[in-house]
């Protein structure tokens, strides 16, 4: 007869090794999860946007409302959601904006390169002006560098917000730079007028 000692001798070292590779397949997890944490609430560099409507920019600024510029990178995924958002603000806010949604076309690509789903769905957005931007040359005017990055301007060329409209990397839901926007566009006035941008860099290489 086998004894119980010997039979938990046998037993005892496959549960140790099925222990230990659960923990570790628990801790490569945890440690995946953590990454993508902060990669999707890692916020891009901020814009350095000035203060009034720049004089050499080709886009013509509201006189008689005010003026939003949405700039974009038109391969970056995280920019949907912010497209998202943008619909959002526009149907939410009192005053309708001159809008512009602004997107990047480096040299050297294709000529419909820009033209991806994100270009398409700008183009349903209500009264707004899809641009490409040649070079970054608007963007480099408008001081940006984070895909996403949003800029409002009052009817006298002045800069009331510059920030992103999603709460983290590629994730739509109501958030403090969607809600600042609205309340600028609705009430004139909200105590938030920057917020972090959440995108894929502007001028990274081109596939």
Same mark, same amino acid.
């Given at each position: 007869?086998?004894?119980?000692?010997? +039979?938990?001798?046998?037993?005892? !070292?496959?549960? +140790?090794? $099925?222990?230990?590779?659960? %923990?570790?397949?628990?801790?490569?997890?945890?440690?995946? +999860?953590?990454?993508? @944490?902060?990669?999707?609430? #890692?916020?891009?560099?901020?814009?350095?946007?000035?203060? #009034? @409507? !720049?004089?050499?920019? $080709? /886009?013509?600024?509201?006189?008689?409302? !005010? $003026?939003?510029?949405? /700039?974009?990178?038109?391969?970056?995924?995280?920019? #949907?959601?912010? +497209?998202? &958002?943008?619909?959002?603000?526009?149907?939410?806010?009192?005053?309708?904006?001159? $809008?512009?949604?602004?997107?990047?076309?480096?040299?050297?690509?294709?000529?419909? @390169?820009?033209?991806?789903?994100?270009?398409?769905?700008?183009?349903? %957005? !209500?009264?707004?002006?899809?641009?490409?931007?040649?070079?970054?040359? &608007?963007?480099? #005017?408008?001081?940006?560098?984070?895909?996403?990055?949003?800029?409002?301007?009052?009817?006298?060329?002045?800069?009331?917000?510059?920030?992103?409209?999603?709460?983290?990397?590629?994730?739509?839901? &109501?958030?403090?730079? &969607?809600?600042?926007?609205?309340?600028?566009?609705?009430?004139?006035?909200?105590?938030?007028?920057?917020?972090?941008?959440?995108?894929?860099?502007?001028?990274?290489?081109?596939?």
């Amino acid at each position: 007869m086998f004894s119980q000692r010997g +039979l938990f001798r046998r037993i005892r !070292p496959a549960h +140790l090794w $099925t222990g230990g590779l659960l %923990l570790v397949w628990m801790t490569g997890i945890a440690w995946g +999860l953590s990454v993508v @944490w902060a990669y999707d609430n #890692r916020p891009g560099t901020e814009a350095s946007a000035p203060h #009034r @409507w !720049p004089s050499a920019t $080709t /886009l013509a600024s509201g006189r008689d409302r !005010p $003026t939003l510029v949405f /700039l974009a990178h038109p391969q970056c995924t995280c920019t #949907r959601a912010s +497209l998202d &958002e943008l619909a959002e603000i526009l149907a939410r806010a009192r005053t309708k904006p001159r $809008t512009y949604v602004v997107f990047l076309k480096p040299s050297g690509v294709t000529d419909t @390169w820009e033209q991806t789903d994100l270009w398409r769905r700008a183009a349903l %957005l !209500p009264g707004a002006s899809i641009v490409r931007d040649d070079d970054g040359a &608007e963007a480099h #005017r408008f001081g940006v560098e984070t895909s996403g990055q949003t800029l409002l301007y009052d009817r006298s060329g002045v800069l009331v917000f510059s920030g992103g409209i999603t709460g983290s990397r590629g994730h739509a839901g &109501e958030n403090a730079g &969607e809600l600042a926007l609205i309340s600028l566009l609705t009430d004139g006035r909200s105590e938030r007028r920057a917020t972090s941008v959440f995108g894929c860099p502007l001028f990274a290489d081109a596939d």
